[in-house]
Antibody, heavy 119, light 110 residues
């Protein structure tokens, strides 16, 4: 059974940094397309980033240059380093697996971790 | 990042058939496959439809979808109270090099 467990969310001031973690079980992150998708309170889904099995990464324009996706194969964990955070980054962040070759075909989702950017 | 265009709301009575549209452009829906997600209140999204019209195992055949040109649609027949949820379409965009989600459609079962 695939499980994705996010952690690292919390309250941070504007301009601050936070690192989210996604511990995977039932799949090997290095063989998969691992993604982050966020949802602001009361709003829709917004794709954030993907790291493909070969290491290629893509980012939404809204986070490009501020967020970095990475993985630790030995820990089977995916990370999202978030720098220079803004109030509009406040959201529940979901870790997810996209089917290899199809970045938008997301078949497994974590339960999400809440990030609040506020002074 | 722009979004794919969905109606903000839809509704129907039990047993009815409802459809939800998703409009994009040549760089996203027009050239890539569409996927659909269901999000029940307070839960993570659930994988509902892939490759324009395919259902993952476990998804009832009451759910169907189609794509034509740069638009797609999701249909739910035999509407049930447990179908009350938010529904999102998604597709890769070749120009933005990113995944686009629709703004979401809140389905109410009257």
């Amino acid at each position: 059974e695939v499980q994705l467990v996010e952690s690292g969310g919390g309250l941070v001031q504007p301009g601050g940094s936070l690192r989210l973690s996604c511990a995977a079980s039932g799949l090997t992150v290095s063989y998969n397309y691992m993604s982050w998708v966020r949802q602001a309170p009361g709003k829709g889904l917004e794709w954030v980033s993907v790291i493909q099995n070969g290491g290629t990464t893509y980012y939404a324009d809204s986070v490009k240059g501020r967020f970095t996706i990475s993985r630790d194969n030995s820990r089977n964990t995916v990370y999202l380093q978030m720098n220079n955070l803004r109030p509009e980054d406040t959201a529940v962040y979901y870790c997810a697996r996209a089917v290899q070759g199809y970045n938008s075909r997301i078949d497994y989702w974590g339960q999400g971790t809440l990030v609040t950017v506020s002074s | 990042q722009s979004v794919l265009t969905q109606p903000p709301s839809a509704s129907g009575t039990p047993g009815q058939r409802v459809t939800i549209s998703c409009s994009g452009s040549s760089s996203n829906i027009g050239s890539n496959t569409v996927n659909w997600y269901q999000q029940l209140p307070g839960t993570a999204p659930k994988f509902l439809i892939y490759s324009n019209n395919q259902r993952p195992s476990g998804v009832p055949d009451r759910f169907s979808a189609s794509k034509s040109g740069a638009s797609a649609s999701l249909a739910i027949s035999g509407l049930q109270s447990e179908d009350e949820a938010d529904y999102y379409c998604a597709a890769w965009d070749d120009t933005l090099n990113g995944v686009l989600f629709g703004g979401g459609t809140k389905l109410t079962v009257l």
